[in-house]
């Protein structure tokens, strides 16, 4: 998403942005403990379980028939997790502000999980900062950043 232009309460101007996460960052008690198989792993599993399927296939004999709705059911399989993966990824919103005439300068970040609630939490800061001039409400994950 590019940066959406704010006009708050106030009367100060906030930019608004929400960008992907595409590797999940270790945050306080996660950082020794943030242990991550890299794309190795992710290319090993892949690539064996293409093995596996071209060694099932290559190996039926000639007469076996496969019905339409199992290759459809094969590409819902497939498909499934990496559409799952990318639907759920972590997203970063962040809200900052240049500050005003006797007003100071903001910078207000969180991270939502999953592309819908990233676009909802986006809708609720907007508002938030339109109605009441803040970003952040008492459950919200956006927090003030010094």
């Given at each position: 998403?590019?940066?959406?232009?704010?006009?708050?309460?106030?009367?100060?101007?906030?930019?608004?942005?929400?960008?992907?996460?595409?590797?999940?960052?270790?945050?306080?008690?996660?950082?020794?403990?943030?242990?991550?198989?890299?794309?190795?792993?992710?290319?090993?599993?892949?690539?064996?379980?293409a093995?596996?399927?071209?060694?099932?296939?290559?190996?039926a004999?000639?007469?076996?028939?496969?019905?339409?709705?199992y290759?459809?059911?094969?590409?819902?399989?497939?498909?499934?997790?990496?559409?799952?993966?990318?639907?759920?990824?972590?997203?970063?919103?962040?809200?900052?502000?240049?500050?005003?005439?006797?007003?100071?300068?903001?910078?207000?970040?969180?991270?939502?999980?999953?592309?819908?609630?990233?676009?909802?939490?986006?809708?609720?800061?907007?508002?938030?900062?339109?109605?009441?001039?803040?970003?952040?409400?008492?459950?919200?994950?956006?927090?003030?950043?010094?």
């Amino acid at each position: 998403m590019g940066t959406k232009t704010v006009m708050a309460a106030d009367h100060r101007e906030w930019q608004v942005q929400r960008h992907i996460e595409w590797t999940t960052p270790a945050v306080g008690d996660e950082f020794e403990h943030d242990v991550d198989g890299g794309r190795g792993a992710v290319v090993l599993i892949l690539s064996m379980l293409a093995f596996f399927w071209l060694v099932l296939i290559v190996w039926a004999p000639s007469d076996v028939h496969f019905p339409w709705f199992y290759w459809i059911i094969a590409l819902a399989g497939i498909g499934f997790f990496p559409t799952r993966w990318l639907l759920r990824r972590p997203f970063t919103i962040v809200a900052r502000t240049q500050g005003g005439y006797d007003l100071p300068a903001e910078h207000w970040s969180g991270m939502v999980r999953g592309l819908a609630a990233a676009r909802e939490e986006t809708r609720v800061v907007v508002r938030s900062l339109r109605n009441r001039s803040t970003p952040g409400h008492a459950d919200s994950p956006l927090q003030p950043v010094n």
